[in-house]
């Protein structure tokens, strides 16, 4: 009973803007951004690094390096802020969390990428 | 109608608004609560009403308790709270739901017993600060209390001097939470921020005074 009211609110939350995707692939956040009255959406493309948690409070880490500073910026999944998810290209890695990327600058930091 | 609900704390999930707010909630299942006395002015000096949760066996319910839910037309019911009661016609075995006394959007305070945290020292218990030191003579003194006061003149401890002890399972109130969200087909609500106690804990939901 209190188990099924648990999955109920969590899967209330989640919507299914957010395609499948894996720790390794680039992609591009459309992020909705309201500034005053108006809303526009606001794009931020880069390598997903990390997942975290689970039901609806899972959460993305996206990575990129912008002017050769390393950003990184957590996404909650089922945000009703995230507009799109584009997967721009697929990466092939080994592991679930990339946190090793943050060591590595320009062509260390490439990913090889992963045929469909 | 009754100023509060007993319910019962089923766990914490987090929430988004319409605005793409995220919010921490407590989610508490709030099935209808059961009358089962009802005090007046007249001859209790006060007015409340007391409500009952959760169904009990037959035969794990005392004689006298037994009698108490026969008189309000119910079955043994499981924990029994006393809530004010602002005046309106209840009567006994009337069963209060939860969008009767609370709506979305509403401040109110939430009461449980804390989850118990077994013999803690003063660093935990208390928050002493300790002795943030590793260095400079000291051996195994970082979470001690220190002194717990003067040498031959009062001669002993003073009463209520806060030591090493027994943590938790203490009543506390949770004033000024916000209820995000009532579904009263699923008899839950859920109100932003934590409460007191463990997962199936029992928890007593009050309007603000």
């Known amino acids: 009973m209190a188990t099924d009211l648990m999955n109920l609110i969590e899967t209330s939350q989640k919507h299914d803007k ?33 997942f975290k948690g689970s039901g609806a409070r899972r959460t993305f880490t996206v990575r990129k390096v912008s002017n050769g500073v390393g950003v990184e910026r957590i996404f909650p999944m089922y945000s009703p802020k995230l507009a799109m998810v584009e997967i721009v290209r697929l990466g092939n890695v080994r592991r679930s969390k990339l946190y090793y990327l943050r060591d590595l600058r320009g062509k260390a930091s490439r990913i090889k990428e992963r045929r469909r | 109608m009754s100023k509060g609900l007993l319910g019962i704390k089923v766990g914490m999930t987090s929430i988004f608004d319409k605005d793409g707010n995220h ?46 839910f026969e008189a309000a037309g119910t ?3 499981r924990h029994v709270r006393e809530f004010p009661l602002s005046e ?51 051996h195994n003194r970082q979470r001690a209390p220190g002194s717990i006061g003067a040498g031959s003149d009062p001669s002993r401890v003073f009463k209520g001097m806060r030591m090493a002890g027994r943590m938790g399972t203490d009543r506390v109130t949770i004033k000024n939470l916000k209820v995000m969200r009532v579904m009263s087909d699923q008899n839950a609500i859920l109100v932003i921020g934590a409460v007191p106690g463990p997962i199936n804990g029992l928890v007593e939901l009050r309007k603000k005074q």
């Open chain 1, 18 to 50: 957010v395609p499948d995707f894996t720790a390794g692939d680039t992609v591009n956040v459309h992020v909705r951004v309201v500034e005053g009255e108006k809303e526009r959406i606001q794009q931020y493309q880069g390598v997903v690094i990390a």
């Open chain 2, 75 to 77: 079955t043994p019911k």
């Open chain 2, 23 to 68: 919010f921490p909630c407590t989610v508490i299942e709030v099935e209808p609560n059961v009358v089962t006395q009802i005090r007046t002015k007249e001859r209790d000096g006060y007015s409340a009403v007391q409500l009952a949760l959760g169904n009990k066996k037959e035969k794990r319910t005392a004689k006298s308790m037994r009698g108490h």
């Open chain 2, 88 to 138: 309106s016609e209840l009567s006994l075995g009337d069963e209060i739901r939860l969008e009767d006394v609370f709506t979305e959007g509403e401040i109110i305070n939430v009461s449980g017993t804390s989850k118990g945290k077994g013999f803690q020292g003063v660093v935990k218990r208390h928050k002493f600060r300790g002795v943030n030191d590793a260095t400079h003579g000291q």
